[in-house]
């Protein structure tokens, strides 16, 4: 069920970095990794983050989560700004917004056991004054992510594990401290096929479980639908939101044409949607460049309906086209 209560929210959030390859005087650029993104996100809400690699979902969820400082722009829990919270406020914002990362096998502290892995978070925050309690809940998260018998994963080390039995670890140490915000960011990119949609459907019954905000990061538009069913899509292109909306009208009406162009490489089972659904051809097919956008809309040198004196003067603010759908693009 989804509150009223807005969670987190970011306001004009921006996030530069140092190129890590030198320009052309042997200088390091400094670039928008994530630009002006305003987010909201209420109680038990699911928003998907998609977008190509490199176009700045991590970090954007790292983020809103705390674990990178906005060079400008604010985030704000429950309408507190985080970087200027007091300590306990602090360790309280902490411990209900967690991540689970893309790949778990670097995400488990390689020589501690699935045991302490998990009860980590319990232990520093203190929410149980006893080994036993600990052990229960230990015992109990790790049956809710189905690694059964429990007494047997727990005294595994990650490398003993496949790669979707780690993610359920990381899920479960997610989950342990009762979160109310999750940042899943691509974690099922480096699983198995087969295994995928396991983990997807084990993260959507702990959602209406903990009644938890998600922001589900993937580069898979296909995934995103599958997860934010109910929720809502945000499109993400070089650090900037150029969509967002109820997943239905994302899927059946895509707007901003690299939306379209994202949704028509997925491949669709129903053949209504198939011949509504255009091939949408890029003017380019460069991967596009963070350090160095193009001016104006930073998708104009790909857009196949660039408008000439336009978009490549100022870049398009996302504007409301009806219901709680927004785009960035001109055409609108
Ligand atoms: N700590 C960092 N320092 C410098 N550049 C970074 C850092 N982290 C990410 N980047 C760069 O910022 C851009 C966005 O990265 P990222 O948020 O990881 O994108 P995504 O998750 O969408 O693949 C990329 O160009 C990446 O190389
Ligand atoms: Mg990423």
Known sequence: MISSDVVLEAKDLTVMFKSSSA?????STLFNAVENCDLSLKTGEVVSLVGESGCGKTTLGKTLIGLIKPTSGEVLYYGKDIWKL?????????????????????????????YDIISAGMRYHKLYSSETEIRKKVIELL???????????????????????????????????????I??????????????????????????????????????????????????VAIMYL???VEIGPTDSIVNE?????????????????PFLAKTRKMIALRSIDPPNPVNPPPGCKFSDRCPYFIEGKCDKKSPELVKVGGNHYVACYLY
């Open 23 to 27: 320009g052309l005087l042997g200088k």
């Open 239 to 241: 650090g900037n939101i």
């Open 86 to 114: 007091n300590g306990k406020d602090y360790a309280e914002f902490r411990r209900n917004a967690q991540i689970i990362h893309q790949d778990p096998y670097a995400s488990l502290h390689p020589v501690k056991k699935v």
């Open 183 to 232: 940042v899943a960011d691509e974690i099922v990119t480096m699983i198995d096929v087969s295994l995928r949609i396991g983990i997807l459907n084990l993260l959507l019954e702990l959602k209406k479980k903990l009644n938890s905000s998600f922001l589900f990061i993937t580069h898979d538009f296909g995934v995103a639908r599958y997860f934010a069913a109910e929720g809502r």
């Open 143 to 181: 049956t809710i992510v189905g690694l059964n018998p429990p007494e047997y994963f727990m005294n595994k080390y990650p490398h003993q594990l496949s790669g979707g039995q780690r993610q359920r670890v990381a899920i479960a140490r997610a989950i342990s401290l009762n979160p109310k915000f």
């Open 254 to 270: 895509p707007l901003h044409p690299y939306t379209k162009s994202l949704l028509s490489a997925v491949p669709v089972p129903d």
